[in-house]
């Protein structure tokens, strides 16, 4: 009896070994598959971009004063030169007035100085020629001593006299020097009484009404932008820094500012690269110029920034779908000549709508799986699906 039954058992396993290759065929799994294609594609980088003014004036006054004209409207465009505010110019006319006269004196007082000089210079060439004569005299003993010594001392003090006098010119020029740039600062605060604009651009909101009393410098009457042309402010990832700076060292780089639920797009040119990168984001700061003739760009808006630039030759695509991700980074599932699927590393790329640039690890032709990759490992046949999914940008599979 116990031959029998480990001749049963002997027989059992000897069933089980034979049935266990048939259990361990795998069945092929549906994908679906895309080629790789080589083309040229546009090199393009999107980004949220802000609008800016290309340039903003705050207004305020520099004297103090009444606020008696407001000569604008809220929100109006202005010209450079154009009168927007007038402060009570009374007082400082009364200024200019004052240090006009107080100039007229200066110059009444500068030119009786001069008479007396002039007197004073013709009185001591008289006592000098008579100092002399006097002193020959007494030399001769015609005439007393005492008497040429009175003379020569008349000379000395008319010539005295001449230095008094050049020395009060001088003083009365340098008081009319201190008046004239009294009387310049006066008219100055009087021009400062109309405020201009100092821009072309449009006025905000008027901040100071009309009657008010300002003080110089103290708060801004209105802001001013200039709109046209106009900025565009976004930041890039810095890896894209030197492409762009290539593309611009080649000639100009062009970028579209898009708004937000608007499909017309402005058109404008990159005008400027920061000198650093922000070390925390890793991003770098760019700037174009927009000539925003119909003035649909304005400050402060988020616009939708694409940089475009010339087309990049012999670039491999494949749908977005095609590139997974595991721990070892990013690869692709490649269908072989045998039906069986070959896991193989990729770089990618920029993104192109719903399309990858593979930098590396790809050829042209190679057939990818866009979907199905979860029933796949490396080496399990497959099974193309008849209605396959669109290829790479219109190709083939």
């Known amino acids: 009896?116990?031959?029998?039954?480990?001749?049963?058992?002997?027989?059992?396993?000897?069933?089980?070994?034979?049935?266990?290759?048939?259990?361990?065929?795998?069945?092929?799994?549906?994908?679906?598959?895309?080629?790789?294609?080589?083309?040229?594609?546009?090199?393009?980088?999107?980004?949220?971009?802000?609008?800016?003014?290309?340039?903003?004036?705050?207004?305020?006054?520099?004297?103090?004063?009444?606020?008696?004209?407001?000569?604008?409207?809220?929100?109006?465009?202005?010209?450079?030169?154009?009168r927007l505010f007038v402060i009570d110019p009374r007082p400082y006319e009364s200024q200019v007035a004052q240090a006009e006269a107080t100039i007229a004196k200066d110059k009444a007082q500068f030119q009786a100085a001069q008479a007396n000089l002039a007197r004073d210079m013709a009185q001591e060439e008289f006592a000098r020629s008579q100092a002399q004569r006097f002193s020959e005299l007494s030399l001769k003993g015609v005439l007393a001593k005492e008497s040429a010594e009175q003379a020569d001392s008349q000379a000395k003090a008319a010539a005295e006299a001449i230095r008094a006098d050049r020395a009060a010119i001088e003083s009365m020029q340098a008081n009319t020097a201190a008046d004239q740039?009294?009387?310049?600062?006066?008219?100055?605060?009087?021009?400062?009484?109309?405020?201009?604009?100092?821009?072309?651009?449009?006025?905000?909101?008027?901040?100071v009404k009309q009657g008010n009393v300002i003080k110089a410098n103290d708060v801004d009457l209105v802001t001013i932008n200039q709109l046209h042309p106009i900025y565009v402010t976004f930041t890039v990832p810095e890896t894209n820094l030197q492409l762009i700076k290539t593309r611009m060292a080649a000639g100009n780089v062009f970028v579209e500012a898009e708004l937000q639920g608007d499909s017309k797009v402005e058109r404008g040119k990159l005008s400027f690269v920061e000198n650093s990168v922000?070390?925390?984001?890793?991003?770098?700061?760019?700037?174009?110029?927009?000539?925003?003739?119909?003035?649909?760009?304005?400050?402060?808006?988020?616009?939708?920034?694409?940089?475009?630039?010339?087309?990049?030759?012999?670039?491999?695509?494949?749908?977005?779908?095609?590139?997974?991700?595991?721990?070892?980074?990013?690869?692709?599932?490649?269908?072989?000549?045998?039906?069986?699927?070959?896991?193989?590393?990729?770089?990618?790329?920029?993104?192109?709508e719903r399309d990858v640039v593979i930098?590396?690890?790809?050829?042209?032709?190679?057939?990818?799986?866009?979907?199905?990759?979860?029933?796949?490992?490396?080496?399990?046949?497959?099974?193309?699906?008849?209605?396959?999914?669109?290829?790479?940008?219109?190709?083939?599979s």
């Open 181 to 207: 740039a009294a009387l310049d600062r006066a008219k100055l605060q009087l021009e400062y009484c109309t405020i201009r604009s100092p821009i072309d651009g449009r006025t905000g909101h008027l901040i």
């Open 278 to 352: 922000d070390s925390t984001t890793g991003t770098i700061r760019l700037k174009a110029l927009f000539d925003n003739g119909g003035t649909r760009l304005w400050p402060g808006q988020f616009v939708r920034v694409t940089i475009r630039m010339s087309a990049s030759a012999n670039s491999i695509i494949v749908p977005m779908t095609a590139v997974q991700t595991s721990q070892d980074g990013k690869f692709v599932y490649v269908v072989k000549p045998d039906m069986t699927v070959e896991a193989r590393t990729v770089v990618p790329g920029r993104t192109i």
């Open 1 to 82: 009896m116990l031959v029998l039954i480990i001749f049963a058992l002997l027989l059992t396993g000897c069933s089980d070994n034979k049935a266990a290759p048939v259990n361990r065929q795998a069945q092929a799994a549906p994908v679906y598959i895309s080629k790789a294609v080589l083309k040229s594609v546009p090199i393009e980088i999107e980004t949220v971009g802000n609008v800016e003014a290309y340039s903003t004036v705050l207004v305020k006054a520099q004297i103090g004063g009444e606020l008696t004209i407001v000569d604008f409207t809220e929100g109006a465009d202005v010209h450079k030169g154009d």
């Open 359 to 396: 930098e590396k690890g790809l050829r042209d032709g190679e057939n990818v799986v866009t979907s199905g990759q979860l029933r796949l490992v490396p080496g399990s046949p497959v099974e193309i699906k008849s209605d396959l999914a669109p290829a790479a940008s219109g190709a083939s």
